[in-house]
C-alpha cells in the first residue's frame, strides 16, 4: 500500500511517500479501507519527537481515518501512535464510531478530535455557563471554528474570536463569534477588554502559548479559566505562580484529549454523538480547510505550520 513514512524527525520535508506491506489487525482491532485522513496540528509535532507522547521511528504519522471495515462499515477512528497516512489502516475497536447517515467524511474527521476536543474544553476544562464570555484564539482553525459555534450554540453571551488575517475574522463572525479581533494585537490583554465592552472575559480557550497565552490570563474576570491545550507558537508560557491565581480568583486548566477515554461514562462517545446530532441538525457546521493528495503531505504541514490555513484539511489517499 503507498503510505507517508517518516525515517528521521524534523519538519515536513521528513513526509515520503512510500510503499509499504498492509497492516494487519490483531486481536481488537479492524482494518479500514480509507476514505480520508484528517489532518492535526498534531501531526507536525509527532513527526518532528515533540508531542507529548513521544514518536519511535520509522512512523507513519496520522491519527484520524474515516473509511469501511471488511463488512461494509462505515466508521471515523482514531489510531493508536499514528498509521493515518496511509491507504490502508488497522484501528482499535474501542475508538473506532459508526458515522451516520447524512454526516460527510469531512464533518466525521472535523469532529473526531477538534469537535470533541472543542467540546470537551467549554464542558469539562472551562465549564462554560449561558450568559459567559468565551475567547476563542485561534477561531478559524480545524478546533477554533467548532468551538465559536459550540459556544454560541450552549449559551455564551458574547463570543470573542481571534484570527490573523480578515479572511479568517470574517469566517469566525459567519460562524456565530460576536467580534473578532487581530491575534496579532501588541497587547492582548487590552484587545480582549476593549473588545468586551471594557470587562474582564470570563472563558479563554487557548492552543498558541507565549505572550498570547500571558495576557490572556490576565484579561480573565474574577473566577474566569483558561483552558489551555496546545502550542502552535512553540514558545512556553510564563511560569504561573500560585498566588498570583489568587488576584482574580482564576483557574488555569490543561487538556491533552487521550486523557478522556479514561474517564467513565464514555465521555468521549457522547461528545462525539452529541457533535453529530448537531451537525445533522444544522446548528454546527464543518469547515472545509483544503484537500491535498497523499503525495502532497510535505504541501500539507507546511501549510499547516505556516498558520495560514481555515478549518480541516484532509489528505486524499488515492492522490
Avoid: C
Avoid at 477538534?114 to 484564539?137: C, D, F, I, N, Y
Avoid at 479572511?167 to 480582549?192: C, F, H, P, Q, Y
Wanted: glycine letters at 12%; a negative charge.
Amino acid at each position: 500500500m503507498r503510505a507517508v513514512q517518516v525515517t528521521e524527525f524534523g519538519g515536513p520535508e521528513v513526509l515520503n511517500l512510500v510503499d509499504l506491506p498492509d497492516p494487519v489487525p490483531g486481536p481488537g482491532q479492524r482494518l479500514v479501507e480509507v476514505d480520508r485522513i484528517g489532518i492535526n496540528y498534531a501531526d507536525t509535532h509527532q513527526a518532528e519527537n515533540s508531542y507529548l507522547a513521544p514518536s519511535k521511528l520509522p512512523l507513519v504519522p496520522g491519527g484520524e481515518i474515516v473509511g469501511r471495515t471488511a463488512d461494509g462499515k462505515r466508521v471515523v477512528a482514531l489510531l493508536n501512535g499514528g498509521g493515518g497516512y496511509a491507504e490502508r489502516a488497522v484501528a482499535d475497536d474501542v475508538t473506532s464510531y459508526e458515522v451516520p447517515d447524512g454526516v460527510d467524511d469531512l464533518t466525521a474527521l472535523s469532529f473526531i478530535v477538534q469537535g470533541t476536543t472543542a467540546s470537551l474544553l467549554l464542558r469539562k476544562s472551562a465549564h462554560l455557563e449561558p450568559g459567559e464570555t468565551v475567547v476563542v484564539h485561534a477561531a478559524a482553525g480545524g478546533v477554533g471554528s467548532i468551538a465559536v459555534q459550540l459556544a454560541k450554540a450552549w449559551g455564551a453571551s458574547r463570543v470573542i474570536a481571534t484570527a490573523s488575517s480578515d479572511e479568517k475574522r470574517a469566517l469566525a463572525l459567519e460562524l456565530g463569534a460576536d467580534v473578532a479581533i487581530d491575534s496579532r494585537a501588541e497587547n492582548m490583554t487590552d484587545a480582549l477588554r476593549e473588545a468586551n465592552g471594557g470587562k474582564r472575559v470570563d472563558i479563554v480557550l487557548d492552543m498558541t502559548g507565549g505572550p498570547v497565552t500571558d495576557q490572556s490570563i490576565a484579561a480573565l474576570a474574577p473566577f474566569g479559566r483558561l483552558a489551555f491545550y496546545g502550542m502552535a507558537s512553540r514558545e512556553n508560557p510564563k511560569p504561573i505562580e500560585a498566588r498570583n491565581l489568587l488576584g482574580h480568583s482564576t483557574t488555569v486548566a490543561g487538556m491533552w484529549l487521550p486523557h478522556a477515554f479514561k474517564l467513565p461514562g464514555n465521555v468521549f462517545g457522547r461528545a462525539l454523538d452529541e457533535l453529530f446530532e448537531l451537525a445533522l441538525a444544522g446548528r454546527i457546521r464543518a469547515v472545509a480547510g483544503g484537500e491535498y493528495a497523499l503525495s502532497d503531505a510535505r504541501a500539507a504541514h507546511e501549510a499547516l505550520r505556516s498558520r495560514g490555513t481555515m478549518g480541516k484539511l484532509l489528505l486524499d489517499p488515492t492522490g
